[in-house]
């Protein structure tokens, strides 16, 4: 939803086409195709983006398709080894996602993001050699520390390209990008296990090799693929960028983009920031405990092994077709909280039918239903804190927030799916339940606090007569202006 001047200014939410942002009419009159940009904009980053998060997410959780090809087996992993081993993971990541936002600033894109894309494919290819538990744990460490900033840098750097009432469907493409890794890693999992004892490495090892050397050989063409900023569009006409750089500007209230650390207080003192968080949080237990866990919750249903891996691709493309269905929705009602909203309450269905039913058909139906839920919820999640959040520096560092301590939602899904409660695992889908309904809460919280900015924000522009022309008044204040409206 763009920002606004005053309710009178202001284009009502019936006024404006569904499927249309809300872009001046004077700009559009100059002969630019917004939709031609866009369009432009979505072939130009959309794809690379997308696979480089596809590779991260798939290097990240292969580790649940190694453990049913013999990994816990071979490393003698006992007790809540390989938990441990999931969870050590998140610990780094999480508290390296605001520092590389603010690098990823500081040195560009293009730049930053090629080189920690090489160093955690260099960390997968050596997980392939480890031999025991103590070497698997330090090669998780090293890979949640250089995977850290892939997520929400390339999360922060849609949002810098795309108007907010563009980016809940780009976002949800991107992220879509998760579940094709989910459904491509357990088909590639199936076939590479068939290579065992080639070279004398094990199944597993392979799985960790050609994902690894894939993921730096991708790291080095992106070094020269990357376009870092609108202003640096080459591929768009002169009209094109100076269209697209003038929409983002009115778009944000002409707000500040420089770098102040300020804007990092601000970001950290801001109650919108750790509702935010909570919300995802709180999801992401429930959908880290699906990756990890997927194969291992098929196997405990009565599905052999081999046929677990390829049983954990149709839920991931149901949900990977939801995230592009429910972006695209969410952007043409320019609306965030209910989507997320009904996604949770999907979920928690989900788990539901999970916890309830001996079932293998039903408790599969249940995965199913949990993916679809899930993985949109996510996407619009952080198209929520990406367009709700004013400043491109404080807009950084919350999305860095929340997800670096979202993140940390992965070290609890790595314990709650314990080998002592196979098959049912009654204490894993009631920690997933417990965590959505919290989700659900302070998601409802969340609506009711916008809604309660944008009605008291419209009331002191009209006490006070404030209109756009005077954005340079308040252009350090990120969304706390008075101009910036917030998506409901």
Not at 59 to 74: E, F, M, P, Q, S
Not at 90 to 105: D, G, H, Q, R, T
Not at 380 to 388: E, F, Q, T
């Amino acid at each position: 939803m763009s920002s606004v001047t005053s309710d009178e200014k202001q284009p009502s939410e019936s006024s404006v086409a569904v499927g249309e942002l809300p872009y001046d009419v004077a700009l559009e009159k100059s002969g630019v195709d917004p939709r031609k940009v866009l369009r432009k904009l979505d072939w130009r980053l959309l794809p690379f983006v997308s696979l480089l998060y596809l590779l991260s997410f798939l290097d990240r959780t292969n580790i649940g398709n190694a453990k049913v090809a013999g990994l816990a087996a071979d490393l003698h992993l006992t007790g809540l080894q390989y938990n441990l081993c999931s969870a050590i993971f998140f610990i780094p990541y999480c508290f390296f996602e605001v520092p590389s936002n603010l690098a990823m600033k500081i040195m560009k894109p293009s730049r930053w993001i090629p080189i920690i894309m090489f160093c955690w494919g260099a960390v997968m290819v050596s997980m392939a050699f480890v031999k025991n538990f103590g070497g698997l744990i330090t090669a998780r460490v090293f890979l949640g520390m250089t995977e850290a900033g892939l997520f929400p840098g390339v999360t922060f750097y849609l949002c810098i390209w795309y108007p907010r009432a563009a980016q809940a469907q780009r976002v949800g493409l991107f992220l879509s990008a998760a579940t094709v890794a989910g459904a491509f890693g357990g088909l590639l999992a199936f076939a590479i296990e068939k290579m065992d004892g080639i070279g004398g490495l094990r199944g597993w090892s392979w799985i960790f090799l050609l994902e690894g050397l894939l993921t730096a050989i991708v790291a080095v063409i992106s070094y020269f693929a990357m376009y870092d900023y609108p202003e640096n569009a080459t591929f768009l006409t002169d009209a094109e960028r100076t269209w697209l750089i003038e929409t983002l500007r009115k778009d944000n209230t002409n707000l500040s983009k420089n770098f102040k650390w300020k804007f990092l207080r601000q970001a950290l003192a801001d109650v919108h920031s750790y509702l935010l968080v909570g919300i995802y949080l709180f999801l992401l237990i429930p959908t880290y405990a699906f990756a990890l866990f997927l194969p291992t919750i098929i196997n405990g249903l009565g599905f052999s092994s081999s046929n677990a891996q390829l049983l954990s691709i149709p839920p991931y493309v149901v949900g990977g077709i939801s995230t592009i269905v429910i972006g695209i929705l969410s952007d043409r009602l320019r609306m965030r909280g209910p989507f997320i909203l009904g996604g949770l309450v999907s979920a928690l269905i989900g788990y539901v039918v999970l916890y309830a039913t001996k079932s293998p058909g039903a408790g599969y139906a249940g995965t199913v239903l949990a993916a679809l839920g899930l993985f949109p919820s996510v996407a619009c999640i952080l198209a929520w804190a990406g367009g709700n959040i004013g400043g491109e520096v404080k807009r950084g560092v919350v999305i860095a927030m929340v997800i670096g301590f979202g993140n940390l939602g992965g070290v609890a899904s790595s314990f709650i799916y314990r080998p002592q409660d196979s098959p049912r695992y009654h204490p894993g889908h009631g920690t997933d339940i417990g965590c959505l309904c919290i989700s659900i809460l302070l998601c409802v919280i969340t609506m009711y606090e916008f809604h309660r900015q944008n009605i008291k924000k419209a009331a002191q522009r009209e006490r006070d007569g404030i209109t756009e022309d005077q954005t340079s008044d308040f252009v350090d204040m990120g969304d706390a202006s008075p101009l910036y409206r917030y998506t409901l």
